[in-house]
């Protein structure tokens, strides 16, 4: 006697678009023709820019002019479109119509110059989701980095890291490995942010002073930590699988060696918010938007990302 199949629901995705003028709508659309079947799809979006491609949900919220439209321009129109699918997609995760969301790039200019005064996805979503605390995790099949600061000079970086900021990534970092990566036994290795982490203090103060004492009291509530360690040092022992994920102290100690080891699998996470969110590592590329060569590769992979990491979180 045959048995009846029990079939597990699939993961639903909801995919924001990002600045129309960009290349978001190409890249979603060329990922999903991959990816069909793999989730429950549901894109937000302008249906002027986008036209379904594998069966997916399509969401028209029908907000930008299609008489003026033009691909490559930045302008407060496109920025406030890309917000209100922001917006749409927040409300459909609060109503728990979508597990998680994929958001394809938007334009800093743009959403500014339409009077949203934010740095990109990670501070908008933090703000408007009541997010406490989150940290920006960057990474591809072979390195995963947790950022301690982001999107500031580089001339900032050693005045803004403090310790009990420092700790929260560490920490959440750890937490996150579990949660989303089902990683039971977290690896976490600590770059210094001088060169060498500073030969002892010789190349500057911030390791001996605040990076180790840090780790130091971190380490019996962690499984394994180890730093501050020279970058370069801490990067290649990663890449090697000596360690789980790496804390980079700022933005380009993390984005030169992903995009060099492997720039197609780069995606973005947002750790800390109350829902999963990825993105592709690549911005609008305003100079291709709309030729249809822009590759879908990295916004595949953060489609992918996404579904592992809420199926991780539904059976840990």
């Given at each position: ?93 609060r109503k728990r119509e979508i597990d998680c969301l994929v958001t394809a790039p938007i334009s800093k200019e743009a959403i500014n110059l339409a009077g949203f005064h934010y740095s990109g996805h990670t501070e908008y979503l933090s703000k408007n989701s009541g997010s406490k605390f989150t940290v920006m995790m960057l990474l591809n099949d072979k390195l995963k980095f947790s950022l301690v600061t982001r999107h500031i000079p580089l ?162």
């Open positions: 006697m045959s048995q009846a199949t029990s079939h597990k629901p699939k993961v639903k995705v909801g995919i924001t678009i990002g600045d129309p003028s960009g290349i978001g709508p190409e890249v979603a659309k060329k990922a999903l023709r991959k990816l069909k079947g793999l989730a429950d799809f549901t894109v937000i979006g302008d249906a002027a820019v986008y036209k379904k491609a594998a069966g997916e949900k399509f969401l028209d919220l029908n907000n930008i002019d299609k008489k003026k439209f033009a691909y490559g321009k930045i302008k407060a129109e496109y920025g406030k479109a890309a917000i209100e699918y922001l917006d749409k997609a927040l409300e459909l995760l001339s900032q970086v050693s005045a803004t890291i403090s310790g009990r900021e420092l700790a929260k990534v560490i920490s959440l970092t750890n937490q996150s490995l579990k949660g989303l990566f089902g990683i039971k036994k977290p690896r976490i290795v600590v770059c210094g942010l001088n060169p060498h982490a500073s030969d002892h203090g010789i190349i500057g103060k911030e390791e001996v002073e605040l990076i180790a004492p840090i780790i130091g009291k971190l380490k019996p509530h962690l499984y394994a930590i180890h730093g501050p360690i020279s970058a370069d040092v801490a990067i290649h022992e990663a890449k090697e699988g000596k360690f789980d994920a790496i804390i980079a102290m700022y933005h380009d100690q993390a984005l030169i060696p992903l995009k060099l080891s492997d720039r197609a699998s780069g995606v973005n996470l947002t750790l800390g918010l109350p829902f999963i969110r990825t993105s592709p590592l690549h911005g609008t590329a305003f100079d291709i938007a709309g030729k249809n060569i822009a590759s879908a590769d990295s916004m595949a992979a953060a489609i992918k990302l996404s579904i592992k990491c809420a199926l991780n979180q539904k059976n840990p």
